[in-house]
C-alpha cells in the first residue's frame, strides 16, 4: 500500500460497503441476465488478495450466475435471508436463512434462484486460484481466470466474445 492509497476501514457493516457498479463480467447476451443480483465486494474493501468475499443480494427473479464450475476455485455460500434455490447438475435445493453449501473445484455445476417474492442476501467466499477456468454447461460459454481479477470469455468453440 503506497502512501497515496487510503487505508482499509478496520471494521464497517457489511450492507454499507459499495456495490460493484457493473452488474457482471459475462458477455451478452449472458450479462443482462444478472439485472436481479447486486454485489457488494466486502474481501476488496479490506484489500484480501487470496480469497474473495461478497456479500450479494437478489431481487425476486434473480440468479447468482450462469449454471458453472470452476476448474481450480473453491466455493462457498451463506444464506443471510431469503429463500433461494440451489440448481446444480444434480437437482434442486430450496434453501433457507442459516443454511449454507460449498463447491469444491472441478465438482458440480451450481447457481442460485431467486424464485420468491422478497430479496435474497447471502455471502459467497471463493478463492482466487491462478489458472482457473469456468464451464458452463447448459451456456455456449467458457472462461478463464486472467489473475488480475478479470476472466476472458470464449464461445465453447473457441471463438472470443
Known sequence: MTATQPKPPLAIAA??????????????PFFSRMAGREKRPLGDLFGLRNFGVNLTRLAPGGESALLHRH?????????????????????????????????????????????????????????????????????DLVAAFAGDGNWVFQHKDGRPY
Do not use: W
Open 15 to 28: 450492507m454499507d460497503a459499495p456495490a460493484k457498479t457493473k452488474q457482471s463480467n459475462y458477455p451478452e
Open 71 to 139: 476448474s481450480r476455485q473453491d466455493e462457498f455460500i451463506y444464506i443471510i435471508s431469503g429463500d433461494p434455490t440451489l440448481i446444480t447438475d444434480r437437482g434442486e435445493v430450496k434453501l433457507r436463512p442459516g443454511m449454507c453449501a460449498g463447491f469444491p473445484a472441478a465438482g458440480i455445476a451450481h447457481k442460485l434462484v431467486n424464485n420468491s417474492g422478497a430479496d435474497v442476501v447471502y455471502l459467497e467466499i471463493g478463492d482466487r486460484s491462478a489458472g482457473d477456468e469456468g464451464v458452463y454447461p447448459d451456456d
